[in-house]
């Protein structure tokens, strides 16, 4: 705080990050979605690999 009374400075930032919440809340359920695919496939390769 002292430094900025000195340089006499201030900056406001104003965002909307919504739409950024948003697409990374979708990216983040597709990655869940690939996570539980890939366990699915884990899961029938050791089955097969067992069965063999």
């Known amino acids: ?3 900025e ?5 201030s ?3 104003n965002v909307n990050v919504s739409e950024a ?3 990374l809340k979708a ?3 597709e990655a869940k979605k690939a996570a539980q695919a890939l ?4 899961s029938a390769l050791a ?3 067992a069965s063999a």
């Open 1 to 3: 705080m002292e430094r």
């Open 5 to 9: 009374e000195k340089l006499g400075l």
């Open 11 to 13: 900056v406001k930032v």
């Open 21 to 23: 919440i948003r697409g």
């Open 27 to 29: 990216i983040q359920r």
């Open 39 to 42: 366990r699915e496939v884990e």
């Open 47 to 49: 089955s097969d690999v």
